[in-house]
Antibody
């Protein structure tokens, strides 16, 4: 059974940092690109960024809204992807999902972890 | 404001058919596959349709997808109350960054 389990969410002050984790099981994690997608309360899905596999040089890409503040990484030995979030703003408040990419679609999603940026 | 445009809401009676549109441009839908995701209340999104019109294992054939030019459509027949959810289209832009539509809330009256 495929599982993606996010963790690390919580309350953080504006300007602070937080690191989310996404633990994967049940599929070939090392061969999959991993993405982060967020959803503010009552709003739609917003793509945050992705990291490709080792075969694709672990290439990363980010949405303009988070570029320069967020960093995606992965540890294939632990089947885990990470989202390091720095210089957090109130508008970063959302549920953050990790999702795996197969071909050109997102086939599996985690349950999400809530990040609240507030003073 | 999403690059992909979906109607905010649609509704239909149980047993009826509904369609949800997703409009983009030549730089996204026009040159890429479209996927559809279903998000039931309080849950994570789930892949419903991929590569414009293919269904993952376990998705009933009541759900269908199509694409023409720079637009895509999700169709649901034989509506059930359990189909009440938010539906999102997704595709890619020219730099292979992911794009999502704004979402459509389906109400089964």
């Amino acid at each position: 059974e495929v599982q993606l389990v996010e963790s690390g969410g919580g309350l953080v002050q504006p300007g602070g940092s937080l690191k989310l984790s996404c633990a994967a099981s049940g599929f070939t994690f090392s061969g999959s690109a991993m993405h982060w997608v967020r959803q503010a309360s009552g709003k739609g899905l917003e793509w945050v960024g992705r990291i490709r596999s080792k075969a694709n040089s672990y290439a990363t890409a980010y949405a303009a809204s988070v570029k320069g503040r967020f960093t995606i990484s992965r540890d294939d030995s632990k089947n885990t992807a990470y989202l390091q979030m720095n210089s957090l703003k109130t508008e970063d408040t959302a549920v953050y999902y990790c999702t795996s990419q197969r071909w050109l679609q997102f086939d599996y999603w985690g349950q999400g972890t809530l990040v609240t940026v507030s003073s | 404001q999403s690059v992909l445009t979906q109607p905010p809401s649609v509704s239909a009676a149980p047993g009826q058919k509904v369609t949800i549109s997703c409009s983009g441009s030549s730089s996204n839908i026009g040159n890429n596959y479209v996927s559809w995701y279903q998000q039931l209340p309080g849950t994570a999104p789930k892949l419903l349709i991929y590569e414009n019109n293919k269904r993952p294992s376990g998705i009933p054939d009541r759900f269908s997808g199509s694409k023409s030019g720079t637009s895509a459509t999700l169709g649901i027949t034989g509506l059930q109350t359990g189909d009440e959810a938010d539906y999102y289209c997704g595709t890619w832009d020219s730099s292979l960054s992911a794009l999502f539509g704004g979402g459509t809330k389906l109400t089964v009256l």
